[in-house]
């Protein structure tokens, strides 16, 4: 019972984590898709985690029954051959573009946040990820079970100690939060699909991805809704690439280090499962790429040249295109039933 307890929490910190990468742990998403439409936008937050649970629990469940080894196999079971073989181009690079945004991100932590060069942090996050990567599926896990329950801590005890109720407005007649907040969540958990098809093929145990998926949603969920208050309470921090830490710098220097840490940790946990995933996706693509670290080391490339863009205008111009190209994929996942168990039946 203890041993199923630890997967469950384990596969709900890995649902969390490859979710939660730079913009979301520093804020700059969240007011992009939710907090600049004011209390609109909680509902925004709120319909965004429904989404994100059902469509992710789902879809594991899914890639389970079916017995898929990346996500190529889920899409091709799911929309066919010619479809499914468009929608995982789009897809790879959905994802690899993300993942250069994550390395953007790391450079923005040690930039604005340290004052020290983007390139340190950019070349730290490719060291420590190749790190983790190296102990496979267990790795993962790991760096999802360490960082994620740092980042809720920090969220719950600065929205404890900050103390206030945003001073927020109702904006009548504005609906674009519905398709922010759609097409929020449909990018982060199609671009997530990539760890957890694999993750959900190493769990036995179904019971676990149903509980993990269900409890990994919800605090999602829960930890967006409360960065969405901060930040609605501090419209003066808006305009930084890293909002929340601007937030937590008022706490002291110690406490702003300590959340600069556990954001570079975030985009760690996004960064490495991306890279997992997308290396299975490389060698179930091209078969002639037989080492998994050969695979890595070709995204490590694409994901670094990336992040030369810059980490705030990738969020600006990325985000917002991704997420209008995944939100049909999305609703349609969510349509199509359940394969019977054991039958790999649409």
Not at 128 to 147: A, D, H, M, Y
Not at 175 to 197: E, G, K, M
Not at 243 to 266: D, K, S, T, Y
Request: glycine share 12%; hydrophobic share 55%.
């Amino acid at each position: 019972m203890i041993k199923k307890i630890i997967r469950v929490l384990q596969v709900a910190s890995a649902f969390i984590g490859t979710i939660v990468g730079a913009g979301f742990a520093s804020g700059k998403e969240i007011v992009q898709f939710f907090t600049q439409y004011q209390d609109n936008g909680t509902l925004g937050a709120v319909l965004s985690g429904i989404v994100i649970t059902l469509a992710g629990t789902k879809m594991m469940i899914y890639a389970r029954r079916i017995g898929a080894y990346s996500f190529n196999e889920l899409v091709i079971h799911i929309f066919g051959d010619r479809l499914g073989t468009a929608i995982q181009a789009l897809i790879f690079f959905v994802i690899l573009g993300i993942t250069g945004v994550m390395l953007a991100g790391a450079g923005a932590v040690f930039q604005e946040q340290l004052g020290w060069h983007r390139q340190i942090g950019i070349v730290l996050a490719l060291a420590v990820g190749f790190l983790f990567l190296s102990k496979g599926i267990r790795g993962l896990l790991l760096i999802n079970t360490l960082v994620v329950p740092m980042l809720a801590a920090f969220v719950l005890a600065v929205f404890l100690g900050r103390g206030m109720v945003p001073n927020a407005v109702w904006l009548p007649g504005n609906i674009r939060w519905v398709p922010a907040a759609v097409s929020y969540a449909s990018f982060n958990i199609l671009t997530a699909l990539v760890v957890l098809v694999p993750l959900a093929k190493e769990t036995e145990d179904e019971s676990v991805l149903w509980f993990g998926g269900i409890l990994g949603g919800t605090g999602l969920g829960l930890i967006l809704i409360l960065i969405h208050f901060l930040l609605l309470g501090s419209p003066e921090s808006h305009g930084f690439e890293m909002p929340m830490a601007e937030i937590v710098r008022h706490f002291g220097p110690l406490i702003h280090a300590g959340f600069a840490a556990v954001v570079f940790g975030e985009i760690l946990t996004t960064f490495i499962g991306n890279i997992f995933g997308l290396a299975r996706q490389l060698r179930s693509t091209f078969p002639l790429i037989s080492n998994i670290r050969t695979a890595m080391l070709i995204l490590f490339a694409g994901a670094f040249l990336i992040s030369q863009a810059g980490y705030g205008s990738l969020i600006r111009t990325l985000y917002p295109f991704f997420g209008i190209l995944c939100v049909a994929i999305i609703l349609y996942m969510l349509w199509i039933r359940l394969p019977k168990k054991g039958g790999g039946r649409r």
